[in-house]
């Protein structure tokens, strides 16, 4: 099991060096100059120029990059060109809000997922089943943002039920549109490897081991099949996790939600490539960190990969 | 003769395939008596396995159903009886054992867990007791440190091993009947030895009946009391094993008996039968041996045999007895 | 004695003998397998219909996709609903929707299209090399696949785009930069499980150079999961096109983008104007539903107990 785990943190240490390094290339290769780009066209030289040495932008690139990943290290990420905060600090402030909508999606992916693919497994070819699974089809291929906008016209204009976008008062139900927005591609995923992991699972010998120990059916599927099943559903719950942290942009800004994504965005049109790095490396280490925690998790869910493949003869 | 505990009269059990209905199990009749081993001899798609799960009442209802026929154990028909008595019944009064111990044990719960829940599901005990009694009965079955096995997982046991704790499922309720089906066809052969000797054992112990499902020959001379043999979803014959193996009626039998290697001398030609196994369903109306076998006449084409009482109870399925 | 068959019992499937089976028999049987899905014939048919119209745009379409109304019909040609003239509305501009929406479709097949050549290209090329060779070889290429996977797909294609001048072919490099990594995954796995096989080690016995080895051999036989991944990254591609211009990153106008016009139509949203943002939507859902439901349908038919990667 230990050796199991260092192998994993092991390998990860190589892809974060890399992933340091594809940001840092990535923000450095932009055309321009940088500290041009950001006072204007009518800058005069000597702005530029001091603007240039206080960023650090007048020492060799190799230097550069030794300076970005120590900071990175040190948890510095530097300030922003245009506001000089620092950059973890605009991160963190931001950050609350992304988490909660991430948060709140996934958790309605994974009820309404699991449900609606168990159900569609337990009454396999029926009307159920094959509306569920083409519902998920749907869901997989709509594209969110616009999911969005229909809900929206739906709710907020038609309807009125929700009185509109933007964090508002700050109490839930502005949640409430951006979660089902965000969270039914996650779901819609989640219910369709459900299904196909539960029938699988439900074609095993086990199973009817299970059953004919004489126990309901009820048990079988949650005492024996339901823990099987879910392993892969661990993974999409990781990576989904992490692709929310990522793909909150549009939804943030379809509703205005001022989360970490926005801050993104706003960099990317005033150009602050500080925090645009900070973001993008944010982002991606995050996704890292997930999916080495869902890595890691795995033993608690397969005994199989905690104890290895030691045998023993009798 | 002792007391019938399990008695099946007409059994079809039919599945419904895309293809097309195939009647696995076609009028079947076999009885069993308290604390005897019978063994159902057979070639693969003979029917034995799915008679085997359509007295436990496992066929899915999605795949096929039991399309007539009784089975008769202590005075109800399990055919005929709702769900919830068949689960009382399961496990705990017919118990099963299967052939592949590497895939019929859940790999994600402990094996504690896993024969302790007999305990729990048909003697009502809590967690502990049922972990106490899972302890005697894993010793029972003769595996080494059983507390140590309570919270290990099937991969990290032996198919062997494996085999012993699905006994210890299946005896843990002292059942009437234990069905073993194949238990030692995915065994080496040393540990097939012990796993047949372990189960003669523990039924003189408790006073088991056991049905023993298998297609090797030498395992039925082993372990059988009385021996059946089937043949495409039916009996064709049925003896204690003395007679089945000394005086063999059935073409069928004969041939089975002929085929195995060892009557022969060195440079011998091997006797074997012709033809191959039928297709549940491919005949006509007469004998389902009658394409193979070499004594077939032309009453066998039309009329089918039914079983003769030879005398001494023996009884076989065919014209010419 | 030919066993004679009762009424609707089970034809004999061990016939044995079958014919001599040619290679190109796998296909004709997943070809087979493919038409009986119904569910991929769909897929198909809303694939080719799409294709078929944005191929003969001009054909099918009224009023050009540029030409803004109000200027000859004044303000009566804003926002028009749906209706016989114009069959999904008008915008703010006058322009037809309709049009719109078809010629934004040569946008999105386009860079599906092309993207998806550039991705398989570097990843069957990548994930060969690393799958056949091994050792540093390999370690390098999963090491960079693995940086790739650890960016979230949109942020990282909208990093890359950001800044360049807008345009196609810049779009197709920066979405196959990105997207080559899944292919190459693939193609790794596939090779390293081929190589292991007997009619590779006779041909690299016989004398076959590596490349010959790896293009007559080992790739035909990996064909199938990159054909499936392709088209079910088609859909992800044409997703993430539209959210990049959605967020104003992507297509720029005045080339009719999916996308750009869903984010247009929003504006006028409260003013009840609801199709300017929601046909484009259909398209897209349309387009990806297609792809989806054809990829799921190869990777069925295939081979149906393959276990492929369901595409970001």
Known sequence: ?314 | MGEIVLSVKGLKTYFYTKSGVVPAVDGLDLELERGETLGIVGESGCGKSTAALSIMGLIPSTEGRVEQGEILFKGRNLVTLPRVEMRKIRGREISMVFQEPMTSLNPVLTIGRQVAEVFVVHRGLNQREALKETIKMLSLVGLPMPELRLREYSHQLSGGMRQRVMIAMALACKPDVLIADEPTSALDVTVQAQILQLINELKERLGTAIILITHDLGVVAEAAEKVLVMYAGKAVEYSDVNGIFDNPEHPYTKGLLASIPGHKKHGQRLDVMEGSTPNPGDHSGGCRFYPRCRYARGICRTSEPELFDLGGGHLCACHFV | MPAERAKGMVPDNNRGDRSEGKVCSLWRDAWERLKQNKAAIAGLFLVAVITLAAVFAPLITKYDPGVQLVWTQGPDAQLVPPGTDHWFGTDIYGRDIYSRVVYGARVSLQIGVASTIISVVIGVILGAMAGYYGGLVDDIISWLTNVIFAFPFLLFVLALVAYLPPGLPLMYAAIGIVNWAGVARIVRGQVLSAREKEYVEAATVVGGSDVRVIVKHILPNILAPVIVQATLGMGSIIMLESSLSFLGFGIQPPTPSWGYEIDQGRQYLLAGAWWWSAFPGFAIMALVLGFNLLGDGLRDALDPRQNVGEGR
């Open chain 1, 1 to 314: 099991m230990t050796n199991y785990v260092f192998r994993r943190l092991l390998a990860v240490i190589p892809v974060i060096v890399g992933v340091i390094a594809v940001v840092f290339i990535l923000t450095s290769i932009v055309p321009g100059d940088p500290a041009r780009l950001m006072v204007g066209q009518r800058g005069d030289p000597a702005t530029i120029q001091k603007l240039r040495e206080d960023l650090g932008l007048n020492r060799p690139l190799w230097q550069q990059f030794i300076d970005f990943f120590k900071g990175v290290v040190t948890l510095d990420l530097g300030r922003s060109y245009r506001t000089r905060m620092p950059v973890i600090q605009a991160i963190a402030e931001r950050l609350p809000i992304t988490a909660r909508l991430a948060l709140a999606s996934m958790a309605l992916a994974v009820t309404s997922g699991v449900t609606l693919g168990m159900v569609a497994a337990l009454k396999q070819n029926s009307m159920l089943d094959y509306g569920s699974m083409i519902a998920a089809l749907i869901g997989i291929s709509a594209p969110s943002f616009w999911v969005g906008i229909m809900l929206v016209v739906l709710f907020c204009v038609q309807l009125r039920w929700i009185p509109g976008t933007g964090t508002g008062d700050g109490s839930w139900i502005y949640l409430v549109l951006p979660a089902l927005t965000l969270g039914m591609r996650p779901a819609a995923l989640i219910a369709r490897l459900t299904r196909s992991g539960m029938l699988e699972v439900l074609g095993q010998d086990y199973i009817r081991t299970a059953r004919s120990k004489g126990l309901t059916e009820k048990a079988v599927i949650i005492g024996h099949a339901l823990k099987n099943a879910m392993i892969p559903v661990i993974t999409v719950v990781g990576t989904g996790m992490a692709e929310m942290l990522g793909g909150a942009i549009v939804v943030e800004k379809l509703f205005s939600l001022p989360g970490v994504g926005r801050l993104g965005i706003e960099a990317i049109l005033n150009r602050d490539f500080a925090i645009i790095r900070g973001q993008v490396l944010f982002m991606a280490l995050i996704f890292v960190v997930t999916n080495l925690l869902v890595d890691l998790s795995y033993p608690l869910f397969d005994p199989r990969i905690k104890y290895g493949r030691t045998w023993r003869r009798e």
